[in-house]
C-alpha cells in the first residue's frame, strides 16, 4: 500500500515556495519577454520547476487516492493521472539542469542548434506520453485497471537520468562561475533529490521522491534564489550579491560584456540637506529611469549611490549610447516633491576582459574613487586605474614610512672650475620592491596630495644632517648638500621650526644645506611659502631653483629672488643637442643667470659630449649620470674617497 503523507507534505511546501517566491521580496519580479529569455532567466526556471513539482505531488496523491477507491469506472482517470505524472516530472528534471546552467551562466551564448539538441531528450519523452493512449509504449492498464511500464519505460528514466547527469556534470565543469557557498547549496540540493529518487527505487511504497525535490527546492530558495534574485531594498535594482554573481557567472563563462556604471556623485551633499525618505525617492527615480533605459538588460544597485547596467554582446544598444544617454539625462533635472535637482553622475562603461580580465580586476576598478570627482562626465577606465595605481602607491608608501623602509641617497655635484665634486644633492628613495620600479616623480606628488610629504621630508632632512654630523671627516671637503621642498611642505606652519630643531640638535651648520624649490613652486608663491623662504633665508639658508626651463619661466622672479644655484632641467640639454634654437636660448639663459651672480648647475648630463657642451656654453656645476647616479651613503662617500685619491695622483 502506497503512503500518501510524503506527497502531501511535498505539495504544501512547494506550494509554499511558489507562493513566497512570487511575493516576498519579489513584488517587482517581471519575467522577461520571449522563450529563450524566459529559460534563460533563473527565477524563472525556478517557478518553472516548483510548479512542476505542485503538479507532480497533485496527480500522484490523485493517483493513490483512485487506487484506494479501486472502482473499474475510474480507469481512464488513473489512466491520465499517471501521463501527467509522467508529463510534469520529466519537466522537473529538465528545468532543473536548465537552472542549474543559469545559476552558473553555462546556458549564456549557447546557440539555438544547441538548445534543440538540448531539449529533444524532453520533447521525445513528451510525445512518447502523449501519444500513449494509442502506443502503450511507455505504460499501460490491464483489463482490471492495474498499471503496467511498457516496453519505452526505460526511454523515460533514461530521459529524466540524462538531464540530471548533465546537471551535475555542468555543476562540477563550470563550478569556479558560482560562489563557494552557492556550489555547497547546489551540491546538497542534488544529493537530496538523487537520495530522493534512490530510496523511491528500493522501498517504491514510500513515495519520497518528490518530498525530496520539494526540501530540495525549498532549499534553493532559501539559500540561492533568495539571495541571488534579491532587490535592493530602496531602489528595486538587483543588489549586490546578485552583481557579484551575475559578474562571477559571466566571467568564468568567457563572456564578453559591458557595465555602464553610473556613480551619483553628490548624493552625500543631498543626504544632508534632506530627510532620508526624500533621499530615498530621489535614488527610485533615478532608478526607475534607469530601469527603463535598461529595458531587457538588468540594472544593479551595487553600493547605495553606485548603479551598473550589464550589455551583453548583441544587445541592441551599445553601452557607449547608454552612457551619452545618462549623461544627457543628467544634465536635465530631478524632481522629488515638486523640487527640482541637478543631480551629478560619474558614468563609465567597463569592458569585459578587454578591460578587466578577471573579477579581481574588475571588483577593484568598481571600487575607484575616480568615478566620484568632477561632477557630471565619462570617466574613462584609464582614470579608474590611475586612480587605483595612486592608493596603491600611497598604501605602500604609508607602510614604507611605518616600517622605517625610507632612505637617502646622494648623487654628487661635480664643478667645472674646482674640477671635483663640491656638492650633492639628496633624494629620496624607499626600500621597497614594488616602489623600487616607480619613479619618485610619480610617487612624491601623491605624497605631496596625501600629506606623506611632511613626515618624508623631516626624515630626509634628518637624514641629511646627521650625515653631515657624523660623517663629516669623510666628506673630502664637500662644501653643501642639497635638498629638495615640495611646496606643499610650506603649507605646515611648524616647517621652519623643524628644520632648525634638526639642524641644531645634529650641530649642522646652514650653510651645509642647500634648499632646492622647482620653478612650478616658486612661480605659485603663496603667503604661506613667501613667509617661510624669507624665515628660511633670514636664518642664513641658501637656497637652489630646481628645473629651470621646464615650467613657466620667470626671469624677473629670478631677478628678484636670491638664488644661489640655477638648476637646468636635463630636457633642456637634451632638446639643445639637436635643436640649434634651444641651444642659442640655453646659451643665453646661462649668461643672463651667470651675470645674476648664480651657478648654474647642469642636471642630466650623461655623455662626455654633454659635459663638453655644458661647460663650455657656461654651466659650471654638473650633475649627471656620467659622473655618477644617486647612490647610497657608503658608495657616496667611497665615491668621494675615490675621487680624492685620483686628484691626488701625479699627471701622467
Ligand atoms: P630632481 O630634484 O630634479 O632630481 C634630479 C633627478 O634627475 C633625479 O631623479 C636624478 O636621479 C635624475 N638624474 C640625475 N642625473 C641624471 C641623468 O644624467 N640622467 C637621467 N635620466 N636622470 C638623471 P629621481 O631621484 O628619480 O627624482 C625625481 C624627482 O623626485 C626629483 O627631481 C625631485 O623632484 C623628486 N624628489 C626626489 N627626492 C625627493 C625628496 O626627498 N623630496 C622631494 N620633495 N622631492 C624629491
Ligand atoms: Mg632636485
Ligand atoms: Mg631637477
Known amino acids: 500500500m502506497y503512503s500518501t503523507n510524503y506527497e502531501i507534505a511535498a505539495l504544501v511546501l512547494s506550494v509554499l515556495c511558489l507562493v513566497y517566491s512570487l511575493t516576498a521580496n519579489r513584488r517587482q519580479y517581471i519575467p522577461p519577454k520571449g522563450l529563450k529569455n524566459k529559460l534563460l532567466d533563473q527565477h524563472f526556471v525556478f517557478i518553472l520547476m516548483v510548479l512542476a513539482n505542485i503538479f507532480s505531488a497533485i496527480v500522484s496523491v490523485g493517483g493513490v487516492y483512485l487506487e484506494t477507491l479501486g472502482r473499474a469506472e475510474l480507469g481512464d482517470w488513473k489512466y491520465l493521472l499517471h501521463a501527467s505524472y509522467f508529463v510534469f516530472h520529466s519537466t522537473l528534471s529538465v528545468s532543473f539542469c536548465i537552472y542549474v546552467m543559469n545559476v552558473n551562466g553555462t546556458s549564456m551564448g549557447r546557440s539555438k542548434r544547441f538548445y534543440r539538441l538540448f531539449l529533444t531528450p524532453y520533447l521525445l519523452t513528451e510525445l512518447l506520453v502523449l501519444t500513449n493512449g494509442f502506443t502503450h509504449l511507455a505504460f499501460y492498464m490491464d483489463e482490471n485497471i492495474v498499471y503496467h511500464r511498457g516496453v519505452l519505460m526505460p526511454v523515460l528514466y533514461a530521459s529524466g537520468g540524462f538531464y540530471v547527469a548533465l546537471g551535475f556534470y555542468f555543476f562540477f565543469r563550470y563550478k569556479r562561475a558560482v560562489s563557494r557557498a552557492d556550489s555547497i547549496t547546489i551540491g546538497v540540493v542534488m544529493g537530496l533529490a538523487t537520495l530522493g529518487t534512490v530510496i523511491q527505487a528500493v522501498w517504491s511504497h514510500l513515495l519520497l521522491e518528490l518530498f525530496c525535490e520539494a526540501l530540495a527546492s525549498l532549499a534553493l530558495m532559501v539559500l540561492l534564489e533568495e539571495r541571488s534574485g534579491h532587490l535592493d531594498v530602496v531602489t528595486g535594482a538587483l543588489n549586490r550579491a546578485a552583481f557579484a554573481d551575475a559578474n562571477r557567472r559571466l566571467i568564468a563563462n568567457r563572456q564578453s560584456y559591458s557595465l555602464v556604471v553610473v556613480s551619483l556623485t553628490d548624493l552625500e551633499t543631498f543626504s544632508a540637506l534632506f530627510s532620508g525618505r526624500e533621499v530615498e525617492e530621489l535614488l527610485m527615480d533615478v532608478a526607475s529611469w ?180 657624523f660623517e663629516r671627516d669623510r666628506l673630502q671637503g664637500l662644501e653643501y648638500i642639497e635638498l629638495n621642498l615640495s611646496i606643499y611642505q610650506f603649507m605646515y606652519g611648524d616647517l621652519v621650526s623643524r628644520f632648525e630643531e634638526i639642524r641644531r640638535h645634529f650641530g649642522v651648520s646652514v650653510d651645509k644645506l642647500n634648499l632646492e624649490i622647482t620653478e612650478s613652486a616658486s612661480t605659485r608663491e603663496t603667503p604661506a611659502i613667501t613667509e617661510a623662504l624669507e624665515r628660511l633665508r633670514a636664518l642664513g639658508y641658501t637656497l637652489s631653483l630646481d628645473d629651470f626651463g621646464t615650467g613657466y619661466s620667470n626671469l624677473m622672479q629670478l631677478i628678484s629672488s636670491s638664488y644661489k644655484n640655477v638648476k637646468i632641467d636635463k630636457s633642456l640639454l637634451w632638446d639643445a643637442e639637436h635643436n640649434p634654437t634651444t641651444a642659442e636660448l640655453l646659451e643665453s639663459l646661462i649668461r643672463v643667470i651667470r651675470s645674476l651672480g648664480c651657478n648654474v648647475v647642469q642636471e642630466g648630463v650623461e655623455t662626455e659630449a654633454q659635459l663638453g657642451y655644458a661647460t663650455d656654453s657656461g654651466s659650471n656645476l654638473i650633475q649627471g649620470y656620467y659622473f655618477s647616479r644617486p647612490v647610497p651613503q657608503e658608495t657616496f662617500l667611497g665615491y668621494l674617497k675615490t675621487e680624492a685619491e685620483q686628484s691626488q695622483l701625479p699627471l701622467p
Open 290 to 469: 534607469l530601469t527603463k533605459l535598461s529595458s531587457e538588460r538588468d540594472l544593479y544597485c551595487f553600493r547605495r549611490t553606485s548603479f551598473a547596467i550589464v550589455c551583453g554582446e548583441g544587445a541592441p544598444r551599445g553601452a557607449d549610447e547608454l552612457a551619452d544617454e545618462v549623461l544627457r539625462r543628467f544634465e536635465g533635472e530631478w524632481t522629488v516633491r515638486g523640487m527640482a535637482f541637478r543631480l551629478c553622475a560619474g558614468v563609465c562603461v567597463i569592458r569585459v576582459p578587454e578591460d578587466a580580465p578577471n573579477g579581481a580586476v574588475l571588483q577593484e576598478l568598481l571600487t575607484s574613487e575616480a568615478l566620484n570627482v568632477g561632477g557630471t562626465r565619462r570617466v574613462s577606465v584609464a582614470e579608474l586605474s590611475a586612480q587605483l595605481r595612486d592608493h596603491r602607491v600611497e598604501a605602500l608608501l604609508r607602510r614604507a614610512v611605518e616600517e622605517h623602509r625610507l632612505r637617502v641617497w646622494y648623487q654628487p655635484i661635480w664643478s667645472s672650475e674646482a674640477q671635483r665634486t663640491v656638492a650633492a644633492e639628496a633624494l629620496l628613495r624607499v626600500e621597497d620592491d614594488e616602489l623600487r620600479k616607480i619613479s619618485p616623480e610619480e610617487y612624491i606628488p601623491i605624497a605631496e596630495k596625501t600629506g606623506l610629504i611632511r613626515e618624508i621630508g623631516l626624515f630626509v632632512f634628518e637624514e641629511v644632517c646627521r650625515f653631515l654630523r
